[in-house]
């Protein structure tokens, strides 16, 4: 009589514990599309002077924005892994950066009317925990990388003179990543609602003006809500 392993019997019984406790996430396994959307808190820090011209008056600013976007991924549990991956595509509406004095001191000073706005791609992946009730929701954790164009507009008006305003823009790309949770609901038909929670480092920023009064900013990060609907086919 053929004898079983201690690690094959394991690997058995772990298999079996997850597929009843994601029993709908294995119904709507194979490759989806998602829209997704939610507020996002995002703060803007380390605001300087990039030429020595002065400290920079705020130097960090806080905005509560809408964060949108879209996703297409593949869902693996069918293969044996409580995992989902996607490539993740977001827009985030307009941080307001403005600032009058933009430096503390100086011969010349100007006020800034500024904005920055980001836009990310992201592999990210989920990884679903044996927990809940796996006919109706799921709790997981995500992380992912990817990358982040940080867009800059503004003017900058002379305070002194009150000369015409210097219109200026700039964006550059910068390495992103994110850390979260969520719970996924099964809705049937296919479709399923994610609720997220998680942080986004979405780089730093520039803001291209032209002479002594240009600044950059450190980094560009906050926390998001994010709700989303996923059909699976």
Do not use: C
Request: hydrophobic share 40%.
């Amino acid at each position: 009589m053929p004898v079983i392993s201690r690690h094959t019997a394991f690997a058995v019984a772990a298999t079996l514990s997850i597929i009843p406790a994601h029993a709908a996430l294995a119904q709507n396994s194979g490759f989806y599309l998602s829209g997704k959307g939610g507020p996002s808190f995002l703060n803007v820090s380390g605001i300087h002077s990039t030429t020595g011209a002065g400290t920079v008056n705020d130097d960090s600013d806080s905005n509560l924005v809408g964060a949108f976007g879209m996703a297409g991924g593949y869902t693996w549990l069918q293969q044996g892994l409580p995992l989902r991956t996607e490539l993740e595509f977001m827009n985030r509406t307009e941080v307001t950066t403005d600032s009058t004095p933009l430096f503390t001191s100086g011969a010349t000073n100007f006020a800034l009317a500024s904005t920055v706005q980001d836009v990310s791609l992201m592999l990210k992946a989920y990884w679903y925990v044996p927990m809940g009730d796996g006919a109706k929701w799921s709790p997981y954790f995500t992380f992912g990388g990817g990358i982040a164009r940080n867009a800059v507009k503004g003017d900058l008006t002379p305070i002194a003179t009150g000369g015409a305003p210097t219109h200026f823009s700039k964006s550059r790309l910068d390495p992103a990543w994110t850390i979260g949770a969520g719970i996924s609901f099964y809705l049937g038909n296919n479709v399923v609602n994610d609720v997220e929670i998680h942080y986004v480092d979405l780089g730093s920023a520039d803001w291209g003006i032209p002479g002594a009064a240009n600044i950059s900013a450190n980094a560009l990060r906050g926390a998001e809500i994010i709700f989303a609907l996923r059909y699976n086919f």
